[in-house]
């Protein structure tokens, strides 16, 4: 089975001394990820791609900007983005995606409206809050998102993380991946 193609960002506002990451809680209905802890994402539309010749990249830009309104309620500007990951679902899973990964530091706190239908409830939480509570079964987080939060984990203020961020490589999983086709150029 072919992945389907999907983005998600983690939105992180800074505290007085430290970093808080948006979780989001999916209904336990959702055939995927019900009843876990993610960051705002989806699948990429035919209609995220500007141009029909438009890379997937792109596209994903475009995806999680729209997937972050309908989920959390809020807007983010594309131009904030910053690649971080992409993951490709293992085979043999029920359903796979080749899912793009973005932060995107707010400088402000927004306030987050979810639908109670897909999205149930929020939480921000430090990256550290988030995988202690993960470990001592409070939260269930998927995969990616806690290998996310714990790169995450190291960075008291967004300064900071901003910097390291756009300056590491992006992280690809599998490494050799066949469905990531890196950007010509990382913002």
């Known amino acids: 089975m072919t992945p389907r193609p999907a983005s998600t960002v983690v939105l992180v506002r800074e505290t007085a001394d430290d970093i808080e990451a948006l979780l989001l809680l999916r209904n336990t209905a959702l055939a995927f990820n019900g009843g876990y802890w993610v960051f705002p994402g989806g699948k ?17 830009r475009r995806a999680v900007v729209r997937e972050t309104r309908e989920e959390a309620g809020i807007e983010i500007p594309a131009r904030e983005l910053i690649h971080i990951a992409h ?12 899912t793009w990964f973005f932060v995107c530091p707010l400088r402000a706190s927004p ?11 929020y939480r921000w939480l430090s990256p550290r809050l988030a995988l202690q509570a993960q470990d001592e079964g409070q939260l269930k987080l998927p995969l990616p998102t806690i290998a996310t939060l ?8 967004l300064q900071d993380m901003d910097i390291a961020l756009r300056s590491i490589d992006v992280h690809v999983f599998p490494v050799d ?3 990531y086709i ?3 150029t990382r913002p």
């Open 177 to 179: 991946s066949e469905f």
């Open 87 to 98: 993951w490709t679902t293992p085979p043999g899973q029920s359903r796979r995606y080749s």
């Open 111 to 121: 306030q987050i409206v979810v639908d109670d239908s897909e999205i149930l409830d």
């Open 150 to 157: 714990k790169t995450l984990q190291h960075y008291r203020n």
């Open 44 to 60: 990429i539309d035919q209609e995220d791609y500007p141009t029909p010749d438009a890379p997937e990249y792109e596209a994903a």
């Open 182 to 184: 890196p950007p010509l």
